[in-house]
């Protein structure tokens, strides 16, 4: 292969992976959020609180990416994710079953943040992480070709996620199946 077609290859790779992985990041949220609100009442805290959680993984993700970067050789990087997300494939599918259902209303805020973190903890901080590190494994590929048109595209992959939930993904599967679907992407 020669290295032109290497080069382009490896900017589809990356520009692809973050594109899904963008959309992934932010299709999850109302998914899991959706399945879990009846469970605990309904009320405007059971989504600030599944924001919370969200906004607490994805700077979890990102630091995890900076440390990884900065603190790992290259040739190990890759490695070492790549065991972190067979773990987060083991924990698929994120579907949670009824089985945390709450039995009654004590400490509502704690057991989301649990109930999150064990059904979509870690495939969502390891997900998070997914964009920068394609990012600066590229740039450190190609040093003299920009990662910046990848930040766009997870823009794009994000914007498209939010847009499509209630519009389509919303309309056309129980929720079940969304988090079944999520799980296989």
């Given at each position: 292969m020669s290295t032109k077609l290497r080069g382009e290859s490896l900017a589809l790779?990356?520009?692809a992976t973050i594109f899904v992985s963008a959309f992934l990041?932010?299709?999850?949220?109302?998914?899991?959020s959706k399945k879990i609100l009846p469970w605990f009442g309904g009320s405007p805290a059971v989504w600030t609180t599944c924001v919370l959680f969200f906004q607490m993984?994805?700077?979890g993700g990102y630091s995890y990416a900076h440390l990884l970067i900065r603190g790992v050789r290259p040739?190990?990087?890759g490695l070492l994710h790549a065991?972190?997300?067979?773990a987060a494939v083991a924990m698929l599918p994120i579907v949670p079953s009824d089985w945390w259902k709450p039995a009654d209303g004590a400490y509502p805020?704690?057991?989301i943040l649990l109930l999150l973190a064990a059904t979509v903890g870690v495939p969502y901080f390891l997900l998070s992480s997914t964009g920068p590190l394609i990012q600066a494994w590229f740039h450190m590929?190609?040093?003299g070709r920009s990662?910046?048109?990848?930040?766009a595209l997870s823009n794009v992959g994000s914007l498209l996620a939010l847009l499509s939930y209630p519009f389509w993904f919303e309309i056309a599967f129980p929720v079940d199946t969304q988090g079944r679907l999520w799980s296989l992407g």
């Open positions: 790779w990356s520009g990041l932010f299709q999850v949220q109302p998914v899991i993984l994805l700077l040739a190990r990087q065991c972190l997300l067979l805020a704690m057991r590929a190609y040093p990662p910046y048109r990848l930040y």
